[in-house]
C-alpha cells in the first residue's frame, strides 16, 4: 500500500487509528473474557435450580426403582410397590425434561453439557423398554442393575459437566459434591444387590464380587471427595460418619464382604434402618452443599462483574483519552502543516507572481512586506516555517533581482537598438548622398545592395526594441496598400529573390500599423525561406475573409511536427516575456509581440503537399479600402517617399499574369542629371513599366564623388519625380482596367538588376 501521497490528515488518522483500534479490542477481548465467567456464575444458580435438583430427583427415583425392579425379579410375584414407584419415577423423568427444553437451561448451558443433557434424555427414553423386558423376566438382576445404573450415570456426567465455574475453588467443591453423590449411588448399588440376594436366598454368580467392589468404590469416593469440601463441610461429614447409621452400616458392610456367602446371623432391619440413613444423610449433606455454592456463586459474579465495570469504564475512559489526545495532536498538526502549506501555496501562486508583475510594471516592493514573518513555534514544524520565511525572502528577493536584471536587460537593449537604428539612418543617409553623387550603373547597383543590407540591419535593431519592450520607431500617417505591404516586407529578406507574389486582393492598411505588419511579415517570409530548400520558392497571397484581411506565406520544405506546431502557436497566441534561454525562437516572439500589439492573429498549419503555411489575420479595424494611386497623387509627400523606399517600386516586381500596357514601346521616360530610359512593354506584362538601363556616351567622364551632394535645383527634382510618378501609376491603371481589377496581381520584386536603373535619391525617404 502506497501511503506516499496520502494527505497529512489521511497519514496521522491512519497512526491514531491503528493503536487506538488496538486498545479498543484488547479492551473488549479482557471485557468479554471477565464478562464470560461473570456469566457463567450467574448462570450456576439456574444450572443448580433448573438441573440439579430436577436431575437429582431422578436420580433418587431411579435408584427406588432399581431396588424394586430387583428384588421383583428375584422372587416370582410381582410387587405392587414397584408400579407405583415407576409413576413417581415418571413424573421426576417429566419434569426434567421440561426443565431440559426449557430457554433458560439450554441458554445458561455450554456445549459440553448441552452434549451431556441429550445424552440422559436418550438413555431415559429407554426405561420404558427396560421396564417391558424385567416384566416380562426377559433380563435377570444384573441386567436390571445395569440398566439404572447406565441411566443414573449419565445423570452424574451431567452433574460433572455442570462444574465449569470461573471460580477454582467452587469448582473443586461441586466435583466434590458430584464425587459424594456417585458414593450414595454406589451404596444404593449395594443395597439393591444385597437386597435382590435377600429375596433369592443367595448371591447370584458374581454378585459377591460385584458387591465387594461396589463399597470399595464408594468408601474410596467419599474419603477423596471430602478432601476437596471447604472446613465447615468436612467438620459436617465428619461429624456424619461418626454417628451410629454410619458406623453400623459399615460393620455390615465389613461382614458381607468378609463373607463370600450369606452372612446367616446378617440383621436385614439393622441394614436397611442404617443404609437408609446413611443415603438420606448424603442426600441431604449434598443437597445443602450444592445450595450453599448456588448461593455464594451469585455474590461472586456480582463482585465479577463490579470490578468488570469499573475495569471497562476505565479502560473507555482511556480509550476516549487517547482519543482526545491524538484528535487534539492531530488537529494542532494538521492545522501548523495547513498553515505553512497555505502561506507556501500562497506565495507560489499569488504573492511571488503578484511582486513580479508589480515590479514589471516599475512598482517598489518592500520584501519584508511581501514576505511576513511565520510563528509556528519552536519544535520541527516552526523550524520549517522559519527556514520557509528564509526561503520566502530570498524568493522575493530573487525576484525583486530578477525583474531588475531583465529591466536593465530590456534597457540594455533599448539603448544598444536605439543606437544601432541611429547608424543604420545615418548610413542610409550616406547611402543616400553616395547614390546621388553615382553616375555608373554597376557602382549605383552595389549602394543598392549595401543599401538593402542596412534595411536588413534596421529590421534586426528594431527586434532589439521590440525585445526590450518598447515600440519601434517607423510609422505612417495614411493607409498603405496591401501590395506595398507584401512587397516592403519581402524587401527587408535576405533571398527575397525566392519569394513570389500571387493575387494579392485590394486592400489597404491603416497607417498606424504599417510599419509593423512589415516587420511582421518580413520575419515570417525570412523563416520560410530558411527552413525551405534553396531551390524552393515561397508563395505570399493575400485576401479579404470575413472580419478581416488574411496574408498566406507558405514554404515547400520539410514541414513541422505537430507537436512543435502545436508549440509554436500557442506563443503565436500570446504575448508572452522575453526568455533568453529561448534564443532560438527570437523571430517567434517578435511576432506575437508585434501580433499582440494590434490584435492580429498569427496561425501555422501544415501545407499541401509539404511544408508550412504561415496565416496572418490583420483584424478589421486595421483594414481600410486601397488607397487611390494615380496623377492626383502627391508622390513627394513623405508617406509616399519613404513607401518608396520600402518598397523599390521602381524595380519590376516577377510578374505572375500577363496583362497589357499602355505605353509603347521605346516611349522615353526622363530621369534626373540627364539619364535615359526607354519605357518597355514587359515580356509577361504586370502592367508597370520597365526602364531599360541604357549607357551614356563612352567618353563621358566619371563625376568625382564629393563628400557634399551636388547642387540640383528642387525645381528639377520634383519634375523628374513628378514623371516617374505618373507613369508608374498610368502603367498601374491601365494594368487594372485591362483585369478589371483595382491593382495589377502583384508580383515577387527582384533584386536591383544590372540591366535596369535604380532609383534616385529623392525616391526614398533617409
Not at 534586426?460 to 520607431?473: Q, S
Not at 525551405?532 to 513541422?560: F, Q
Request: overall charge neutral; aromatic content about 4%; hydrophobic content about 45%.
Amino acid at each position: 500500500m502506497n501511503t506516499r501521497d496520502w494527505p497529512i490528515r489521511a497519514k496521522l488518522t491512519a497512526l491514531v487509528i491503528g493503536p487506538v483500534t488496538a486498545l479498543l479490542a484488547l479492551w473488549i477481548f479482557a471485557t468479554s473474557l471477565t464478562f464470560g465467567p461473570a456469566l457463567n456464575l450467574l448462570a450456576a444458580r439456574t444450572l443448580l435450580y433448573d438441573l440439579g435438583r430436577p436431575g437429582e430427583a431422578v436420580v433418587a427415583e431411579l435408584q427406588r426403582e432399581r431396588r424394586l425392579s430387583v428384588v421383583q425379579l428375584a422372587g416370582d410375584a410381582t410387587l405392587p410397590a414397584l408400579a407405583e414407584q415407576r409413576t413417581r419415577t415418571d413424573q421426576a423423568v417429566a419434569e426434567l425434561r421440561r426443565r431440559v427444553d426449557g430457554p433458560d437451561l439450554r441458554d445458561a448451558a455450554d456445549d459440553l453439557l448441552n452434549a451431556r443433557l441429550d445424552q440422559l434424555l436418550s438413555a431415559l427414553d429407554a426405561l420404558p423398554a427396560g421396564r417391558g423386558f424385567i416384566d416380562a423376566r426377559k433380563v435377570d438382576r444384573a441386567g436390571a442393575m445395569g440398566l439404572y445404573s447406565g441411566m443414573v450415570n449419565s445423570a452424574f456426567q451431567a452433574f460433572s459437566a455442570m462444574a465449569a465455574l470461573p471460580d477454582n475453588q467452587l469448582n473443586r467443591e461441586a466435583l466434590a459434591l458430584t464425587a459424594l453423590g456417585r458414593s450414595r449411588e454406589l451404596l444404593g448399588q449395594t443395597d439393591a444387590l444385597l437386597a435382590g440376594a435377600l429375596v433369592a436366598g443367595r448371591y447370584a454368580e458374581g454378585e459377591h464380587v460385584q458387591l465387594v467392589r461396589t463399597v470399595d468404590n464408594q468408601r474410596f469416593l467419599m474419603e477423596t471427595a471430602v478432601a476437596d469440601l471447604p472446613d465447615a463441610a468436612r467438620a459436617e461429614h465428619r461429624r456424619f460418619i461418626e454417628g451410629e447409621a454410619y458406623v453400623r452400616l459399615h460393620a455390615l458392610q465389613d461382614a458381607l464382604i468378609r463373607s463370600r456367602d450369606l452372612p446367616v446371623d446378617l440383621d436385614v432391619r439393622a441394614w436397611e434402618s442404617s443404609q437408609a440413613a446413611v443415603w438420606q444423610e448424603l442426600r441431604d449433606f449434598e443437597l445443602r452443599g450444592a445450595d450453599d455454592l448456588a448461593e455464594r456463586s451469585v455474590p461472586m459474579a456480582v463482585g465479577i462483574l463490579v470490578r468488570l465495570g469499573a475495569a471497562g469504564v476505565l479502560g473507555l475512559l482511556a480509550i476516549v483519552f487517547c482519543l482526545l489526545v491524538a484528535l487534539r495532536v492531530g488537529r494542532s498538526l494538521v492545522r501548523r502543516l495547513t498553515g505553512v502549506r497555505t502561506a507556501a501555496l500562497d506565495m507560489a501562486e499569488h504573492r511571488l507572481p503578484d511582486v513580479v508583475a508589480r515590479l514589471r510594471r516599475g512598482e517598489d516592493v518592500d520584501v519584508a512586506r511581501e514576505a511576513p514573518e511565520l510563528d509556528h513555534g519552536s519544535d520541527e514544524i516552526g523550524q520549517v516555517a522559519r527556514a520557509f520565511n528564509d526561503v520566502r525572502r530570498t524568493a522575493v528577493q530573487a525576484a525583486v533581482d530578477e525583474v531588475t536584471l531583465r529591466r536593465g536587460l530590456n534597457e540594455v537593449f533599448l539603448n544598444i537598438a536605439r543606437r544601432s537604428q541611429g547608424l543604420v539612418h545615418r548610413q542610409l543617409a550616406l547611402l543616400d548622398r553616395l547614390e546621388r553623387r553615382t553616375e555608373d550603373p554597376d557602382e549605383l547597383a552595389g549602394l543598392f545592395q549595401v543599401d538593402h543590407l542596412a534595411t536588413r540591419l534596421r529590421r534586426h535593431a528594431e527586434d532589439l526594441v521590440i525585445l526590450a519592450g518598447a515600440a519601434p520607431g517607423r510609422g505612417w500617417r495614411s493607409p498603405v496598400a496591401a501590395v506595398d505591404v507584401v512587397r516592403g516586407a519581402i524587401s527587408e529578406v535576405e533571398s527575397y529573390d525566392r519569394v513570389d507574389v500571387g493575387q494579392i486582393q485590394p486592400a489597404g492598411v491603416l497607417g498606424r500599423a504599417v510599419g509593423d505588419v512589415i516587420h511582421l511579415l518580413a520575419e515570417l517570409i525570412e523563416n520560410a525561406t530558411a527552413f525551405s530548400p534553396p531551390g524552393t520558392r515561397v508563395d505570399v497571397t493575400g485576401r479579404s475573409v470575413p472580419g478581416g484581411y488574411a496574408i498566406e506565406i507558405t514554404d515547400h520544405g520539410l514541414g513541422m511536427s505537430p507537436q512543435t506546431l502545436a508549440d509554436a502557436n500557442r506563443q503565436l497566441s500570446r504575448a508572452p516575456e522575453f526568455d533568453p534561454t529561448e534564443s532560438a525562437r527570437l523571430g517567434l516572439f517578435v511576432v506575437a509581440r508585434l501580433a499582440a500589439r494590434h490584435g492580429v492573429r498569427v496561425e501555422l498549419r501544415l501545407a499541401t503537399p509539404a511544408g508550412t503555411t504561415a496565416t496572418v489575420l490583420l483584424p478589421a479595424d486595421l483594414v481600410t479600402e486601397e488607397p487611390p494611386i494615380g496623377p492626383g497623387a502627391n508622390p513627394s509627400g513623405p508617406d509616399e517617399r519613404r513607401l518608396a523606399k520600402v518598397t523599390r517600386l521602381t524595380t519590376a516586381p516577377r510578374p505572375r499574369t500577363t496583362r497589357p500596357t499602355r505605353e509603347r514601346p521605346g516611349a522615353v521616360v526622363p530621369l534626373p542629371a540627364g539619364r535615359t530610359s526607354s519605357v518597355e512593354p514587359p515580356a509577361d506584362g504586370d502592367g508597370l513599366p520597365r526602364r531599360i538601363r541604357r549607357r551614356g556616351p563612352a567618353n563621358r567622364a566619371r563625376p568625382v564623388v564629393a563628400d557634399t551632394p551636388a547642387h540640383r535645383p528642387p525645381e528639377e527634382a520634383r519634375r523628374a519625380m513628378s514623371a516617374l510618378q505618373a507613369g508608374t501609376a498610368l502603367g498601374r491603371r491601365d494594368g487594372a482596367r485591362a483585369t478589371g481589377d483595382r491593382l495589377p496581381e502583384a508580383t515577387e520584386p527582384g533584386p536591383p538588376a544590372p540591366a535596369s536603373e535604380p532609383p534616385t535619391a529623392t525616391e526614398r525617404d533617409a
